[in-house]
């Protein structure tokens, strides 16, 4: 086998480890998949109301998108943790030990995570659909709109996983999860960035995740997406590539124990 | 004399002191010594913590097939050695080779040629048994039908087949530590690393992890062992390390490191009181003991004492109970090379 199999077949066997340890824990499991629901029958059903008044159409078309977002940003969240506890087995420092394709105790939690965390968007989407969310951009908008939830998704993992591996301890991870859960509100996920002021919507407007709202948003609605699909493909590429080579250099460095 | 020595045996095994029974202390070891190609080689392995050295420049090298046990006190640097040499850490300096590769240039191919065995469970606590070991056998590229056909063999060897199917975060020390010994044997490991192997297992745990390393050492294997076990060191080893403070003190054959140091004696037990008076008479310098009826010859516990020892009671007549020979344990041999013993125990001796 060539150097190229052995990376797929190790790969593919920290994959196998990802899901068996998922399915081990079928609550925990069930729980990171239904949060985002609960977020958004949470928006719909609390704020949806007063929010609704707006002359924008429905809420709920609205909001969707962002609650698409939210699943990601929750969903990396997950996986930080993940890695991070992973890393304290000493089971990682046999793999260290080993002549495998290294990266692959890595590609395992991002494989799991992109599973996870789509699952979760499809989720997200067919509730709304019960509770009358209506993509005027049809099957093909939606389609479009979560190859760049996907792509988001894989940015934000490989980050994720750098920060996992960065931070000493669980409490270490916390930061990274308030700026992947913030971040979505200073944007325009929930409200139109022109509703807030000066300084803030300054940065909501410039922010990476507002071209991906924004351009999730005009896929699913049927409205023009702009400029805003080449910046949001141009972030989660830089994010995707940035992570995966800063958490392959943290993973490449001396374990502390 | 036979049913004296059965006694000696038994009663020297139980104070795990070295029995003289007519042959020579150094039988079955000299055959793991015999010099050929060295399976680990470092020169001069430096490595520090920030300001602490843990390393000193430690020059090993360990025959192929051979049992090497790196000797030790907590913090002597024995874990961090074997972190190097297993490639799970850089060194500061030095060079190593293991298995014929090099470490600086070859480290995965170092890797596919050892199994390690850490003093932190190297075990998947969210699989069960026998999924770490098919993880094992995956990533080592067995095929399906060959990964199962070693799992099972490695569960019945290491007394796991009933906890199998059960989470590892569910078994007991003992079987954790079985299990992850297994996982480093589902490769054909060519050289082993074990860092304190039976630290906190019981007794029964600890003899069958020795007979199990005696039976990889028979397969060809070498053994690198770390322990602060003196006793283990010495049934285990071929050769011994001593690590102090991240510099080796001594190397030898366990019987070389304890004939180094005085302290070794003969202590003779005698059926009556007159027997004593003798013996006491015949062989001068002795310590004896009234109330024990023994007397203590000094002695390096060699053949030739021993002979020499045993012709001077013969020659007088003189009928001996009980004779064992006492060379000093490890723990003596320690204290004489670093000048501090291993642990504050009180010397009964």
């Known amino acids: 086998m060539s150097t190229l199999t052995y990376a797929v077949s190790d790969s593919a066997t920290m994959v196998r480890r990802n899901f068996r340890q998922a399915l081990r824990y079928p609550g925990t499991m069930i729980m990171s998949l239904a949060m985002p629901v609960l977020l958004l029958l949470l928006f719909v059903g609390v704020f949806g109301g007063a929010l609704g008044m707006s002359a924008r159409g429905d809420y709920i078309d609205y909001v969707v998108p962002g609650i698409l977002l939210m699943t990601v940003g929750y969903g990396a969240t997950v996986t930080a943790l993940a890695v991070n506890r992973d890393m304290t087995e000493g089971i990682i420092a046999r793999f260290r030990t080993m002549a495998i394709f290294r990266v692959s105790v890595l590609v395992g939690h991002v494989v799991g995570a992109l599973v996870r965390t789509l699952t979760s968007a499809v989720l997200v989407v067919g509730v709304a659909l019960l509770l009358g969310f209506r993509p005027a951009g049809g099957p093909g908008g939606v389609i479009a709109a979560f190859g760049v939830i996907a792509l988001l998704a894989l940015a934000l993992t490989w980050l994720a996983v750098a920060i996992g591996l960065l931070a000493k301890n669980a409490e270490g991870a916390n930061l990274f999860i308030l700026v992947v859960q913030v971040l979505p509100f200073l944007s325009s996920a929930f409200v139109p960035p022109d509703s807030m002021s000066g300084a803030v919507r300054w940065f909501a407007e410039n922010e990476p995740f507002t071209p991906v709202i924004d351009t999730v948003r005009g896929l699913m609605l049927g409205t023009p997406v702009g400029s805003s699909g080449l910046i949001a493909v141009a972030w989660c590429v830089g994010f995707a590539l940035a992570g995966y080579f800063w958490a392959r250099a943290l993973f490449r460095r001396d374990p502390v124990r | ?349």
């Open chain 2, 1 to 349: 004399m036979n049913r004296a020595e059965t006694v000696v045996n038994s009663l020297a095994r139980t104070l795990g002191e070295v029995v003289a029974t007519g042959a020579t202390p150094d039988e079955g070891r000299d055959v793991t010594t015999t010099p050929s190609r060295p399976a680990v080689v470092a020169t001069g392995l430096r490595k520090s913590f920030g300001d602490h050295v843990v390393l000193d420049g430690i020059d090993l090298s360990v025959a192929e097939g051979t049992v090497f046990a790196l000797l030790g006190p907590n913090g002597a640097g024995k874990t961090t050695a074997v972190r190097i040499l297993s490639t799970l850490i850089g060194a500061d300096g030095g060079d190593v080779q293991v298995a014929g590769h090099d470490l600086a240039t070859d480290a995965d191919g170092i890797r596919a040629a050892i199994g390690v065995t850490g003093q932190f469970s190297a075990v998947d606590n969210l699989l069960t048994g026998q999924e770490n070991l098919i993880l094992m056998a995956d990533l080592l590229h067995f095929g399906r039908a060959e990964g199962r056909r070693r799992a099972a063999e490695l569960l019945g060897k290491f007394d796991l087949v009933d906890a199998a199917g059960k989470l590892v975060s569910t078994y007991s020390g003992g079987m954790r530590r079985r299990l992850d010994l297994a996982m480093t044997l589902v490769g054909d490991a060519r050289v082993i690393f074990l860092d304190e192997p039976t630290t906190g297992l019981d007794p029964r745990s600890r003899h069958t992890m020795w007979r199990i390393i005696r039976e990889l050492v028979a397969g060809g294997v070498t053994v690198f062992l770390t322990t602060q076990y003196l006793d283990e060191a010495d049934e285990l080893a071929g050769r011994i390390a001593v690590l102090d403070h991240g510099t080796l003190v001594a190397q030898g054959t366990p019987d070389e490191l304890k004939r180094r140091i005085p302290g070794g004696h003969v202590r003779l037990h005698f059926a009556d009181i007159a027997g004593l008076d003798a013996a006491a008479r015949a062989l001068g310098e002795v310590t004896r003991d009234d109330t024990a009826l023994t007397l203590q010859v000094p002695s390096d516990g060699g053949v030739r004492s021993l002979r020499a020892l045993l012709d001077r009671l013969e020659d007088a007549s003189i009928e001996v109970g009980e004779l064992s020979v006492h060379t000093p344990d490890l723990d003596d041999v320690f204290f004489a090379l670093t000048g501090h013993p291993t642990t504050e125990k009180e010397t009964v001796r």
